[in-house]
């Protein structure tokens, strides 16, 4: 199932050799970061704005699929951040057959499911209003997430013979 929701994301940015060069500069990858906290924030501004609140969740889903697009590449690959997507792309390749160091096929896959089972509370704490239910999920996703992130960067690293042996 991972495979299937994995291969529409990618279906759904359609990202080309120079979306990935745009998306690694380090600006993409942590305004995306904050996204799903902004989106808890506009989903939950419905007490306070009320249908408005579907303005803000409007813009923050263009800008989903935007983001990638909007920032130049990245005059240098050596940032956290920049390894983290350039891993991701060799994360996504495997399901083309590109071979994985095998201590890196478990893993990612695990960390996805943190972050999606970290979703199950935080869509509950949106739908019923309840603060602790919204954080804690944004928390368990959004650890998820970045630990998975720092996975793709080991991930490149191995595969570019950067790597540093074990973490």
């Not at 506009?42 to 009320?50: F, N």
């Not at 509950?124 to 793709?152: E, H, N, Q």
């Amino acid at each position: 199932m991972a495979d299937g929701i994995e291969g529409w994301i990618v279906r759904l940015f359609r990202m080309d050799e120079a979306t990935w060069a745009r998306h690694a500069n380090p600006w993409s990858v942590w305004t995306r970061v904050a996204i799903l906290p902004l989106m808890a924030l506009a989903v939950w501004s419905r007490v306070w704005i009320g249908w408005w609140a579907l303005l803000p969740v409007a813009l923050l889903v263009v800008w989903t699929w935007l983001n990638p697009r909007a920032f130049p590449p990245p005059r240098s690959f050596e940032s956290w951040a920049a390894k983290g997507v350039l891993g991701e792309r060799l994360w996504i390749a495997r399901r083309e057959g590109a071979p994985l160091p095998e201590r890196h096929r478990r893993l990612p896959l695990v960390l996805n499911g943190v972050s999606a089972a970290g979703l199950v509370p935080l869509v509950y704490g949106l739908v019923v209003l309840d603060a602790w239910a919204t954080l804690f999920g944004l928390s368990v996703t959004m650890v998820g997430k970045l630990w998975f992130v720092d996975r793709m960067v080991w991930l490149y690293e191995d595969v570019r013979g950067g790597g540093q042996g074990q973490r």
